[in-house]
Nanobody
Framework: QVQLVESGGGLVQAGGSLRLSCAASGLTFSSYAMGWFRQAPENEREFVAAISRNGRNTYYADSVKGRFTISRDDAKNTVYLEMNSLKPEDTAIYFC???????????????????WGQGTRVAVSS
């Protein structure tokens, strides 16, 4: 049974930082590109960041570029999202997702991802 479990969310003031983690089990983690998505209240879920299965290629939404960093540790079956200079508009539930694909790419499309976590809530106060 595949499980993706996010952690690290919480309440932080604007300008602060958080580090989200997503621990994967039940799959060959190194064979999966991984992504982070978020859904703010009354909004649709949107792409945040993705990392290829070999970790060499990363992709970011324009709204987080330069502030967020995605990384992975295959020895720990974990993907991370380092979030700095947080803004109130970053408030959302953050989901990690896994996409079984070859090569050095990662998708920014939700439709490409087969497995999803339950999410972790991030709230940024002004």
């Amino acid at each position: 049974q595949v499980q993706l479990v996010e952690s690290g969310g919480g309440l932080v003031q604007a300008g602060g930082s958080l580090r989200l983690s997503c621990a994967a089990s039940g799959l060959t983690f190194s064979s999966y590109a991984m992504g982070w998505f978020r859904q703010a209240p009354e909004n649709e879920r949107e792409f945040v960041a993705a990392i290829s299965r070999n970790g060499r290629n990363t992709y970011y939404a324009d709204s987080v570029k330069g502030r967020f960093t995605i990384s992975r540790d295959d020895a720990k079956n974990t993907v991370y999202l380092e979030m700095n200079s947080l803004k109130p508009e970053d408030t959302a539930i953050y989901f990690c997702a896994g996409d079984y694909r070859g090569g050095t790419l990662a998708s920014t499309s939700q439709a490409s991802y087969e497995y999803w976590g339950q999410g972790t809530r991030v709230a940024v106060s002004s």
